[in-house]
C-alpha cells in the first residue's frame, strides 16, 4: 500500500509530531507499505526530496510561513496516487487544502 504522511514539521526538526510520524513510518515499512513523508520545505533545510532511514521525504516550499505554520496551496498537486493519506493535525496552511481536495475531488479520495 502506498500511504502519504502529511505533517507540518519532521526530522530533522525535534518536536512531537515529527518523530511520531517517523516511528510509524519505521514500523509501516518494516509492514511492507511504500511510505512519503510530506512537509513543508523550511529554509535551513534545504533538499526538496530526500531520504532519512530508507523514508522517502517530500518537502514543499510554503507560500509563507509563520512559525510552523506554513501556507502550502501546491499540495494538493503532491497527493496523488496514493492508497491511503494521513494528516497528523493541526497543521495549519497545509489541511485546508487538503479539506478542499476532498471536497472537490471527494469521490477519487477515501477518508477514514
Given at each position: 500500500m502506498k500511504i502519504g504522511q502529511i505533517v507540518s514539521t519532521f526530522y530533522p526538526y525535534?518536536?512531537?509530531m515529527g518523530n511520531t510520524v517517523l516511528m510509524f513510518s519505521?514500523?509501516?515499512k518494516i509492514l511492507g507499505h511504500d511510505v512519503?513523508?510530506?512537509t513543508p520545505?523550511?529554509?535551513k533545510?534545504?533538499?526538496r526530496i530526500e531520504d532519512y532511514n530508507n523514508i522517502s521525504i517530500?518537502?514543499?516550499p510554503p507560500f509563507f510561513k509563520i512559525g510552523n505554520a506554513a501556507f502550502i496551496p501546491n499540495i494538493m498537486k503532491?497527493?496523488?496516487?496514493?492508497?491511503?493519506l494521513i494528516l497528523h493535525y493541526p497543521f495549519f496552511g497545509g489541511a485546508e487544502f487538503i479539506l478542499l481536495k476532498k471536497i472537490f475531488?471527494?469521490?477519487k479520495i477515501k477518508s477514514r
Open positions: 525535534k518536536a512531537g519505521k514500523v509501516l512519503k513523508v510530506i520545505l523550511y529554509k533545510y534545504d533538499k517530500l518537502r514543499i503532491k497527493l496523488v496516487n496514493f492508497d491511503l475531488f471527494g469521490k
